[in-house]
């Protein structure tokens, strides 16, 4: 995700660049490394956060990790890009689909392989148990 001044834009492989004033270099960090390393002992209501709740509704500046809204604030808007179809027709697609509707809209720590993936053959199975069978609908057309 690449934040601007009022949205984000979803895109779980590619990072946004931001500077580090103190030694005066760009870094790279995307929304999905922020997410990752939240601090969950610092601010244990953050282990109950999905990425997608994380990228609407958090603002981070360094290690400072505040919600969005105290003074009014409205939650972010977010564009999922790139927008995958649900084409069961096209295996590829799919699956890239399934990875991102389960790392969106599950929580996950450090690893989303290791947290989402579990013992499911691949993140289709995932997405079909943990999603579809669980009657998430709105969860299961977000992305539609």
Not at 8 to 31: L, R, T, W
Not at 111 to 133: E, G, M, R, T
């Amino acid at each position: 995700m690449v934040k601007s001044s009022h949205q984000y834009y979803v895109a779980p492989d590619e990072a946004s660049e931001s500077v580090n004033f103190e030694s005066s270099e760009k870094e790279q960090q995307g929304v999905l490394e922020q997410y990752k390393a939240r601090p969950i002992a610092q601010k244990p209501v953050l282990e109950h956060v999905s990425l997608l709740e994380f990228a609407t509704g958090w603002n981070w500046r360094g290690k400072q990790y505040t919600k969005r809204g105290s003074k009014g604030a409205k939650p972010f808007v977010v564009n999922i890009w790139p927008c995958y179809s649900p084409d069961r027709d096209e295996p590829e697609l799919y699956k890239k689909y399934c990875y991102a509707k389960m790392i969106l809209h599950h929580l996950f720590v450090n690893n989303p392989k290791v947290s989402l993936l579990k013992h499911y053959l691949d993140w289709n199975a995932a997405y079909q148990i943990d999603c579809i069978d669980q009657g998430h609908g709105l969860i299961a057309n977000y992305m539609q």
